[in-house]
T-cell receptor
Framework: NAGVTQTPKFRVLKTGQSMTLLCAQD?????MYWYRQDPGMGLRLIHY???????AKGEVPDGYNVSRLKKQNFLLGLESAAPSQTSVYFC?????????????FGQGTRLTVV | AQTVTQSQPEMSVQEAETVTLSCTYD???????LFWYKQPPSRQMILVIR??????QNATENRFSVNFQKAAKSFSLKISDSQLGDTAMYFC???????????FGKGTSLLVTP
């Protein structure tokens, strides 16, 4: 019963370094999302994907890139990390199913950029 | 763009009492979903309750119920018989086709006291 798994759970980066966050889901969901959570701001959508090979921008996409090469995986990349990208990152997946429509979340990744 | 407003940043309730968390949203759509998510200190996002906009009947899940007022664009959460384990951040969220991405409010921090 893995659901949605994010790796890593914690990471500290120096300004200018790059990294990739991995999200994996085993529910065969078409839709996947990356959010960031900052204090007092709720969760905000960075990028999303509606199927394998597709990606699209959310509300706060600057400084991030994503890829969805396999249906079960959604990668979030930071090419040159900045202190403003210090945040908690959540991945989620869903498949619209009428009354059962729901998003399932990973456990989050706390990223600190120093 | 849809906006979700939670006007109560913090609330407190005594164990066994009832508390209501407020949420309003803004949309011109007719087909959408509304959610309440709970985020305890563990950081995990947990679905509390879901409401489909086309349903007039208010959703209930054990001690949790909503008051969905579609015309007023209001979606409040009532927690009955509050328990210490209900202490968490609560997020109201909106979802609609075609992205089915969640649009979150800023959250309400609920503290349940003995």
């Amino acid at each position: 019963n893995a659901g949605v798994t994010q790796t890593p759970k914690f990471r500290v980066l120096k300004t200018g370094q790059s990294m990739t966050l991995l999200c994996a889901q085993d529910m065969n969901h078409e839709y996947m999302y990356w959010y960031r959570q900052d204090p007092g701001m709720g969760l905000r959508l960075i990028h999303y994907s509606v199927g394998e090979g597709t990606t699209a921008k959310g509300e706060v996409p600057d400084g991030y890139n994503v890829s969805r090469l396999k249906k079960q995986n959604f990668l979030l990349g930071l090419e040159s990390a900045a202190p403003s990208q210090t945040s908690v990152y959540f991945c989620a997946s869903s498949t619209p199913e009428g009354v059962n429509t729901e998003a399932f979340f990973g456990q989050g990744t706390r990223l600190t950029v120093v | 763009a849809q906006t979700v407003t939670q006007s109560q940043p913090e609330m407190s309730v005594q164990e066994a009492e009832t508390v209501t968390l407020s949420c309003t949203y803004d949309t011109s759509e007719n087909n959408y979903y509304l959610f309440w998510y709970k985020q305890p200190p563990s950081r995990q996002m947990i679905l509390v309750i879901r409401q489909e906009a086309y349903k007039q009947q208010n959703a209930t899940e054990n001690r949790f119920s909503v008051n969905f007022q579609k015309a007023a664009k209001s979606f409040s959460l009532k927690i009955s018989d509050s328990q210490l384990g209900d202490t968490a951040m609560y997020f109201c969220a909106f979802m609609k086709p075609p992205r089915y991405a969640l649009n979150f409010g800023k959250g309400t921090s609920l503290l349940v006291t003995p």
